[in-house]
């Protein structure tokens, strides 16, 4: 047996390494304790890996928190602050990261315009950078399994609403799938397997104070 070509990665339908960016906004002790949508510790986990596949990958990633420089809010969670030190934080007051000029300007200079999203809450601070986004001419992928909402029919309705305006809904494993899409691709494998194989896994219960 034998793969077709591989297709050009910047021009490809599907996400690819070379056409996607990834985009990780809010995952912050308060917003991650007042989850009910989901198991926190699964939520946690998923975020990780998430946030592991893309480091992984070499996809460009743009990270933002709101309220921290105000003291009104903790930085984020310790598993992730851990996985992206050393990459900028593009703090922010306003609910919206789209509204934000200095994140704005960040996900236009990874010119990427294939923008996999991921952020608490999912009503809202998902919700808005990715209808924004959308009536730019971005593609979204929000990842449904990565993010969750303060009761189950507000996160349900925040996926409904992003997903009538044209995003995409995908999920950590699909993600992981897609981006490696051919086992021949052996430069990756040491990081797809681990990621792939723990699905049950836990990061742990986040502490308010974490």
């Known amino acids: 047996m034998a793969s077709e070509p591989i297709r050009d990665p910047a021009g490809d339908h ?11 906004i809010d995952y912050q002790p308060v917003q991650v ?12 986990n998923n975020i990780v890996r998430a946030t592991r596949m893309a480091l992984a990958y070499g ?15 903790k ?4 598993p ?3 996985l992206l030190e050393g990459l900028p934080t593009y703090d ?7 509204e934000d000029v200095e994140f704005r300007r ?7 315009r294939k923008l996999v999203m991921a952020a608490l809450w999912t009503e809202a601070c998902l919700t808005f950078p990715a209808l924004d ?10 990842v449904a399994d990565a993010v969750g909402g303060t009761s189950a029919i507000a996160h349900e309705m925040a996926l409904r609403r992003i997903e009538q305006a044209g995003a995409r809904m995908t999920s950590v494993t699909q993600l992981f799938c897609e981006l490696q899409r051919d086992w021949k691709r052996t430069d990756t494998l040491a990081a797809f397997m681990p990621l792939f194989v723990d699905m049950g896994g836990s990061a742990g219960v986040v502490a308010a104070e974490d």
């Open 14 to 24: 599907l996400l690819t390494p070379a056409n996607a960016a990834f985009i990780v």
């Open 33 to 44: 304790n007042s989850i009910v949508s989901m198991e926190r510790p699964r939520l946690v």
């Open 80 to 82: 992730l602050r851990k």
């Open 75 to 78: 930085p984020a969670i310790a």
């Open 92 to 98: 922010r007051t306003t609910i919206n990261a789209w």
């Open 133 to 142: 986004a959308l009536r730019e001419g971005f593609e979204v992928y929000a």
């Open 106 to 112: 960040a996900v236009a200079a990874t010119g990427r």
């Open 59 to 73: 996809l460009p990633v743009v990270h933002s928190t709101v309220n921290v420089e105000s003291g009104r809010n």
